[in-house]
């Protein structure tokens, strides 16, 4: 099967049965959106949407938290991962915002790796999700899925799948493709035992052809 045909197999599937995917991360404004991400690095997104009620609601936007110390933002994070270090990138990130963006978050690459705890991935979680940008977030289901489905070859890095996911998804497709493989990963395609009795495309997935005789039950 060309390359092509499977990305056009997985596409359809995937707007039948997941028409509406979207982060499970529960946010109301880009500045929302941003500290839960950066929150949820190691950690689940259960896990962050029960810190951030409380948290945003002491710190609504990027300059109330810029004002205060890390110690009180890690006093609010205490149970996620990281907490330190991530309180930590809070109060730096909410700074940059506030002096170098005017308290917005900013909408290109290249702005939003300037502000501490921004990485690539992050980054391109803010511009598909917020800004509707054809941008491909790359996680540890990202990564994973596309490489069982066959959707990647031979990607090391997250960066590789990225690149290959772009070049091959719909430009328009692109913000809501993200989402599928997370939660097709985080529901389906696990890490340790993918559940391939339960998957919709198995008749196309690289994976489940090489290994189904020990999968399919």
């Known amino acids: 099967m060309k390359k092509a ?17 979207q982060t499970e991360l529960v946010y109301k ?11 949820s ?18 710190f609504p936007d990027a300059l109330s938290m810029a004002e205060t110390s890390i110690d009180e933002v890690r ?17 730096k990130a909410s700074k940059i915002i506030t002096e170098k963006f005017h308290g917005s978050v900013p909408d290109t690459m290249e702005e939003l790796t300037t502000i501490p705890g921004v990485g690539r991935k992050t980054a391109n979680v803010i511009l598909s999700v917020v800004y509707n940008q054809a941008a491909m977030a790359v996680d540890t289901h ?3 899925v596309a490489a069982r489905i066959g959707l990647t070859t031979n990607a090391k ?7 290959q996911l772009v070049r091959n998804i ?3 497709k692109l913000p809501l493709a993200h989402h599928w493989l997370i939660l097709h990963g985080r529901y389906v395609c696990l890490a340790r035992k ?3 009795h339960k998957c919709g495309l198995t008749q196309w997935c690289k994976y489940y052809k090489q290994n189904q005789s020990f999968d399919a039950v």
């Open 5 to 21: 045909e499977l990305f056009g197999h997985v596409i359809s599937y995937f707007e039948k049965n997941r028409p509406d995917a």
């Open 29 to 39: 404004t880009p500045f929302e959106l941003l500290v839960a991400v950066i929150l």
């Open 41 to 58: 690095a190691q950690c689940t997104d259960k896990r962050v949407n029960i810190v951030t009620p409380p948290l945003f609601k002491r």
């Open 75 to 91: 006093e609010y994070i205490k149970s996620i991962s990281y907490p330190n270090s991530k309180a930590g990138y809070l109060v």
């Open 142 to 144: 990202v990564f994973r």
């Open 157 to 163: 890095t997250p960066l590789q799948t990225e690149m």
């Open 170 to 172: 719909p430009a328009e």
């Open 194 to 196: 993918p559940l391939c």
